[in-house]
């Protein structure tokens, strides 16, 4: 069974950072790609970063140069470094792996606010 556990998320102020770390266990994570996604209320899901079992990555355009996806196959885990946060950042950040299914985590909230 595989399974997801986000941590990382909270509240910060506009221009500060956050990490969100997103373990897996239950599958082949080196195989896996990882992809972040978040959504904030009343407004569609959005994928924001991904990052395939290559370390190939790729960025919505409203996060480029702000966030940076990472992964450590070693602890099954993938990473959301986020910079300069503004409040339209202010969602539900989810974690998913792929790996024949998209398996995905619980959620975790991202406030950015004065």
């Known amino acids: 069974q595989v399974q997801l556990v986000e941590s990382g998320g909270g509240l910060v102020q506009p221009g500060g950072s956050l990490r969100l770390s997103c373990a897996a266990s239950g599958v082949v994570f080196a195989l896996a790609n990882g992809r972040w996604y978040r959504q904030a209320p009343g407004k569609p899901r959005e994928l924001v970063a991904s990052?395939?079992?290559?370390?190939?990555?790729n960025y919505a355009d409203s996060v480029k140069g702000r966030f940076t996806i990472s992964r450590d196959n070693g602890r099954k885990t993938v990473y959301l470094q986020m910079n300069s946060l503004k409040p339209e950042d202010t969602a539900v950040y989810y974690c998913t792996v792929l790996r024949g299914n998209e398996y995905w985590g619980q959620g975790t909230q991202v406030t950015v606010s004065s």
């Open positions: 990052i395939t079992s290559t370390y190939t990555t």
